[in-house]
């Protein structure tokens, strides 16, 4: 079992940054991949990026890519989501989430056994 708690969202103008964390307790967390989904009103959850156990290897969704960063401290049970040049289209709840099978680096949100509550981001334009 994995406890994961997100944290950092808030309201921001947009062209301004935001830094979202994501705190796991638990099972080991150097044993999984780690994704940040995100979910707007209305519309279904949407990948946003995910990192490998180690951080050696990333993948982003096209819309986020070049403006945000996903990185993680194992020392430190950690997830970070870095957030630049934020639009009003990045508005949603942002998830953090768990899979167990290392180095697959899902797309799909199926594939993750474990979910915080999530944060809210609202960029204002």
């Known amino acids: 079992q994995v406890q994961l708690v997100e944290s950092g969202g808030g309201l921001v103008q947009a062209g301004g940054s935001l830094r979202l964390s994501c705190a796991a307790s638990?099972?080991?967390?150097?044993?999984?991949?780690m994704g940040w989904f995100r979910q707007a009103p209305g519309n279904d959850r949407e990948f946003v990026a995910t990192i490998n156990w180690n951080g050696r290897s990333t993948y982003y969704a096209d819309s986020v890519k070049g403006r945000f960063t996903i990185s993680r401290d194992n020392a430190k049970n950690m997830v970070y989501l870095q957030m630049n040049s934020l639009e009003p289209e990045d508005t949603a709840v942002y998830y953090c989430?768990?899979?167990?099978?290392?180095?697959?680096?899902?797309?799909?949100?199926?594939?993750?056994?474990?979910w915080g509550q999530g944060t809210q981001v609202t960029v204002a334009s």
């Open positions: 989430a768990a899979d167990y099978s290392v180095g697959r680096l899902s797309r799909r949100a199926d594939d993750y056994d474990y």
């Open positions: 638990g099972r080991t967390f150097g044993n999984y991949d």
